[in-house]
């Protein structure tokens, strides 16, 4: 077939070379006939360095992250669903709603185009099922061997609805209520799973999820959620003592209310994981003053993503910010995070 | 000295591992005394994934840029103050204030961190001297042979002003004149410099700089530039044939006309390049309506980066949206954009 750039992308066996970074007609080419064509949106169409659009006044939300994970595809996702989701999901937890997103991409010279197709559809269709559009980006290649396939940094914006009070990692006071909206670890497990050499087999797959609608019927239901977080890397357990510390409180967790899929367990069981210091990528954690507790999980339980959302504990007084958990057996624990890398490249 | 993370980390002889970026204890001690240390200001100090401000209404602009500039450090600058300029300037040419900057780090084994130290606290020096913050951020690190060194990735988010009409790489007429805001190429011939196999002596220094200031006073002079931009990776030539397909036009440039250093003319016939096709990371070219283009060139020439501002040719009809070349001996030539690579990992 014709293309207006010449010879045509050979998605079957071509793959990155330095050209594809160097700002000339074979860029321009790929730019066109790959991210402009997948993202398919009026605003990256006019292929400007940047987008412009028009934003009411108010708060507005800035989030970036990068992903390196590894494998870039797993059971439940790849990377580029990964850092669409991922980046929706930190807009969201500040109670915003997300508007658009950037992506920045640093391909290894080498790494074949078909795979950078699969990579790119993935990540336009997780844009579109979530109604958020990547509105402009970067490509950047890096010779063979001084990468890894693909890094992708994603950044969202989003505006704070009016009546919603900013949820932040500060805000959470003694006697708030600490709630999970689902399983933990799966996502963990799931690209543990899939790395060669640790391959073993579970039916367990990657939560990857947007969670900005989620979010919105929560806001709606208590729009004064004190804090909003997503564990991701370091699990639960990261995500506790970063609230723990910001708060300068400690928090008593009920150990067995924690929701864990049994595959998870029997994984972390045979490989010596805490499926709390596991990330998760389509699961969050909302703390709440007392009184709005059960309005805000009635709310989350409505949502597809929160149907297992659980109480799971309370905000202590606790000058040494311990998280505290009381397990099935009657005991505490403290609950500390990660010491070590665990799982490298995660996300 | 104490920490409140214990050991404290080591500047002189440490080496970025793993633990850096697994979401624990290192992680968030890297983040607390590098990056939030360094960039200093109040709504990175919070520590949420996110950042929240107040916008007006209006128009907003959002960009990204990745960059694996190699080698990290060169003449005039370092991938640190690049990342910081690249992402400004790329706000600045929708005639855009810049407002905040998000930064997304993928760090590899082993690099030292004395070495990312010195990028930080130059991005940090980049971003305190343009005024614009960083708020927000993500780190990753990559296993010893899976990256190279630092890659960044920033992003810039800007509000456009009232009264200015939004530069677009579309919106060139016939008639309209073209403008650069100094001189071409030093940026490449600074990198290549520096590059290991390619020493060669040269006083040449990368113009990296931010250039939303002398932008304020070109949108302040004339409010409606048809276009804007910076023309970095393939350098001018293929800055103005991108801009004459999405405008559907043609240009006519003087060639004699164009800024080109002396050192920089002598390097480039060394290596066998061509100037207009080498990176610049602290020009502009502008095109506008005939009527203002002398308003808008005196606006350049008072600004510091802009003092070697100059007109270098006008927009033509053109079905094929050639970009032509007078050249010094009378003759025409098409101004053809980088085919091959050139210069890979420019910024």
Redesign the interface.
């Known amino acids: 077939m014709a293309s207006s750039w010449g010879r045509r992308l050979d998605w079957d066996t071509g793959r990155v070379?330095?050209?594809h970074?160097?700002?000339?007609?074979?860029?321009?080419q790929l730019v066109d006939e790959l991210f402009v064509a997948a993202f398919d949106n009026p605003l990256l169409a006019?292929?400007?360095?940047?987008?412009?659009?028009?934003?009411?006044?108010?708060?507005?939300?800035?989030?970036?992250?990068?992903?390196?994970v590894s494998p870039l595809f797993f059971p439940g996702g790849d990377i580029g669903s990964l850092a669409v989701h991922g980046t929706i999901n930190?807009?969201a937890?500040?109670g915003?709603r997300p508007l658009?997103l950037?992506?920045?991409?640093?391909l290894e010279e080498g790494f074949p185009l078909r795979d950078l197709r699969r990579i790119v559809e993935s990540m336009a269709r997780a844009s579109r099922e979530a109604g958020v559009p990547i509105?402009?980006?970067?490509?950047?290649?890096?010779?063979k061997?001084?990468?890894?396939g693909v890094?992708i940094?994603t950044?969202g914006?989003g505006v704070?609805p009016a009546p919603v009070v900013?949820p932040?990692?500060?805000r959470a006071r003694p006697g708030d209520v600490v709630l999970v909206s689902g399983t933990m670890g799966d996502h963990g497990v799931a690209i543990l799973s899939s790395r060669e050499g640790l391959a073993f087999e579970t039916s367990v797959r990657s939560d990857s999820a947007a969670l900005h609608r989620l979010v919105a019927r929560m806001v709606e239901a208590v729009p004064d959620i004190h804090v909003l977080?997503?564990p991701?890397?370091?699990?639960l357990s990261?995500t506790l003592n970063?609230i723990a510390q910001?708060s300068r409180v400690g928090m008593l967790i009920d150990e067995p209310r924690i929701p864990v899929l049994r595959e998870v367990t029997a994984a972390c069981e045979l490989l010596g994981l805490d499926p709390l210091q596991l990330?998760n990528e389509g699961k969050l954690v909302a703390i709440t003053d007392r009184r709005h507790a059960d309005r805000l999980l009635e709310a989350m339980r409505a949502d597809p993503l929160g149907t297992d959302a659980t109480i799971i504990g309370t905000i202590t007084e606790d000058e040494h910010h311990f998280v505290q958990m009381e397990t099935a057996f009657g005991g505490r624990r403290i609950l500390d995070?990660?010491?070590?890398?665990?799982?490298?490249?995660i996300c």
């Open positions: 070379d330095m050209t970074g160097a700002g000339g007609r074979a860029m321009a006019k292929k400007n360095d940047q987008a412009v659009f028009e934003v009411p006044a108010g708060r507005m939300v800035l989030t970036t992250d990068g992903y390196v930190d807009v937890m500040a915003a658009y950037s992506a920045s991409f640093i509105v402009t980006g970067d490509t950047k290649v890096v010779e061997g001084k990468g890894d890094f940094s950044t914006v704070v900013t932040s990692g500060e977080r997503d991701t890397r370091g699990g990261a970063e910001q990330a995070w990660l010491v070590g890398e665990a799982l490298p490249r």
